[in-house]
C-alpha cells in the first residue's frame, strides 16, 4: 500500500487552529469519530463536486454544501463515516433502481480510487482495521428506499454489497409509506405493506432500518414489525425535548430506539436546533446531544450531520474541519471522558456490532 495521500493534523496543530485546549484537541483525535450521515455524494452527482478533492467553504460560506471532502475529514481525524446514495423521487421505479445501481458503483469507484486512505467498510471489524491502517472508514447508505421499491426483490441487491443502512423514507412520501415532511403527499399511509416487507428483508440482511424522515406513525409502525433483537437507527435527526420541531424525535421515539440498542445521531442543521432567524452554534448541537443523553442514556446518542445535505451548519462550524468545537463544549460541561467518546463513535460501533458483527 502507497503511503496516505492526506495528513492528520497533530492536536497541537488542531487546537491553535480552532483556539481550542489541547485537551480538547487530544481527545477528539484518540476517540474513534464516526458520522452517521454525509450527503456530500449528491453534489458530486450534480454538479461534479470532487470528494478527493480540498474545497473551501463555498459561494455561502459553508451553507448548503461544500462542508466535507476527504482530505478535510482526514486532516481533522474523522474516522469514518456514511457516505449517503440519495435517491431523486422524479424518476420511474424502473428508473430509480437503475440509477441507484449506477450511483453505487460511481461512489465506491471515488472512494476506491485512494486506497491508502480510505476503505469501504461494511463491520466493525472492518472499520477497526481500517483505523489500525490509518484509513478514513467509508460506510455506504441510502437516503429514500424508494430507490428500490421497483418490487421486494430489487432488494437483494443489497445484500452483497457495501450497504450498511437504509433511510426508509426521505422528503417525501412513497411506496414504503408517509414522511414526516408536512404537506407531504398523503395517499400513503404511515407504513404500506411494501415497506413493513422491505422492513423483513432488511432484518434479514442485516442491514439498519433508519427512521430519520418518516412520520411519527409510521416510526412506531416500523418499530413494531421490526425484528426485536436487531437494534433500529435514527441518523441525523434533532430533538423535540430542545427544540420541538416536526422534523424532530419526541422522547416517547428516543426512548423506543434506544431500549432497543439503537442509536439516534444528531445533526447540524440549525433551524431544526434552535429558534430565531440567525445561524445557530455548536452549544445548540450539544444542547440536542445533551436532551438525548438524559432521555435514552449515554449509549444511545451518536453524531449524524448531515454535511452537505443542503444544511446551514453552526455559525462556529460551518465544515467538518470545525468539529473538534464540539469536543471542547462538552469540556465545558464537565462531561466524563467515556460519555464524550462514547457519543463521538462507540455507540455506533456498539450498535453495528450488535448487528452485524
Known amino acids: 500500500m502507497s503511503s496516505p495521500i492526506w495528513a492528520t493534523e497533530t492536536p497541537i496543530e488542531c487546537a491553535t487552529r480552532l483556539g481550542i485546549s489541547h485537551a480538547a484537541a487530544e481527545l477528539f483525535q484518540a476517540s474513534d469519530v464516526i458520522d452517521l450521515h454525509v450527503d456530500s455524494f449528491i453534489w458530486n452527482r450534480i454538479i461534479g463536486y470532487r470528494l478527493d478533492r480540498r474545497h473551501g467553504s463555498?459561494?455561502?460560506?459553508?451553507?448548503?454544501?461544500?462542508?466535507?471532502?476527504?482530505?478535510?475529514l482526514r486532516q481533522v481525524g474523522i474516522d469514518g463515516a456514511v457516505w449517503v446514495i440519495t435517491t431523486n423521487p422524479l424518476r420511474s421505479a424502473s428508473g430509480r433502481r437503475?440509477?441507484?445501481?449506477?450511483?453505487?458503483?460511481?461512489?465506491?469507484?471515488?472512494?476506491?480510487?485512494?486506497?491508502?486512505?480510505?476503505?469501504?467498510?461494511?463491520?466493525?471489524?472492518?472499520?477497526?482495521?481500517?483505523r489500525a491502517s490509518g484509513r478514513h472508514a467509508a460506510f455506504v447508505g441510502i437516503q429514500g428506499g424508494n430507490a428500490l421499491d421497483e418490487s421486494l426483490d430489487a432488494l437483494?441487491?443489497?445484500?452483497?454489497?457495501?450497504?450498511?443502512?437504509?433511510?426508509?423514507?426521505?422528503?417525501?412520501?412513497?411506496?414504503?409509506?408517509?414522511?414526516?415532511?408536512?404537506?407531504?403527499?398523503?395517499?400513503?399511509?404511515?407504513?404500506?405493506?411494501?415497506?413493513?416487507?422491505?422492513?423483513?428483508?432488511?432484518?434479514?440482511?442485516?442491514?439498519?432500518?433508519?427512521?430519520?424522515?418518516?412520520s411519527r406513525e409510521g416510526f412506531?409502525?416500523?418499530?413494531?414489525?421490526?425484528?426485536?433483537?436487531?437494534?433500529?437507527?435514527?441518523?441525523?435527526?434533532?430533538?423535540?425535548?430542545?427544540?420541538?420541531?416536526?422534523?424532530?424525535?419526541?422522547?416517547?421515539?428516543?426512548?423506543?430506539?434506544?431500549?432497543?440498542?439503537?442509536?439516534v445521531?444528531?445533526?447540524?442543521?440549525?433551524p431544526y436546533l434552535h429558534r430565531g432567524w440567525r445561524r445557530g452554534c455548536v452549544s445548540d448541537v450539544v444542547d440536542h446531544i445533551e436532551h438525548a443523553v438524559a432521555v435514552g442514556g449515554e449509549h444511545g446518542v451518536a453524531l449524524g450531520s448531515d454535511w452537505d445535505g443542503a444544511i446551514v451548519t453552526p455559525r462556529d462550524m460551518p465544515t467538518c474541519l470545525e468539529l473538534p468545537r464540539l469536543v471542547q463544549e462538552m469540556l465545558n460541561r464537565r462531561w466524563p471522558t467515556q460519555r464524550i467518546e462514547n457519543v463521538l463513535g462507540r455507540n455506533f460501533l456498539r450498535s453495528l456490532s450488535d448487528l452485524r458483527g
Open 156 to 214: 437483494d441487491v443489497l445484500v452483497p454489497q457495501r450497504v450498511v443502512r437504509v433511510t426508509l423514507l426521505h422528503l417525501y412520501s412513497s411506496a414504503w409509506g408517509r414522511s414526516s415532511m408536512p404537506m407531504s403527499n398523503l395517499h400513503s399511509k404511515s407504513l404500506t405493506r411494501f415497506g413493513r416487507d422491505a422492513i423483513a428483508r432488511l432484518n434479514a440482511a442485516r442491514i439498519f432500518v433508519d427512521l430519520s424522515h418518516i
Open 98 to 130: 437503475r440509477a441507484f445501481t449506477q450511483n453505487l458503483s460511481r461512489l465506491t469507484s471515488l472512494l476506491e480510487a485512494h486506497p491508502s486512505d480510505v476503505a469501504l467498510v461494511r463491520t466493525s471489524a472492518e472499520y477497526t482495521a481500517a
Open 220 to 263: 412506531f409502525a416500523a418499530l413494531e414489525c421490526h425484528d426485536k433483537s436487531l437494534p433500529p437507527l435514527v441518523s441525523h435527526t434533532g430533538v423535540c425535548g430542545a427544540h420541538d420541531h416536526w422534523r424532530n424525535l419526541t422522547d416517547e421515539q428516543i426512548r423506543a430506539v434506544t431500549d432497543r440498542g439503537g442509536v
Open 58 to 72: 463555498g459561494l455561502l460560506g459553508g451553507r448548503f454544501y461544500s462542508q466535507v471532502d476527504l482530505p478535510r
Open 265 to 270: 445521531g444528531i445533526m447540524y442543521h440549525t
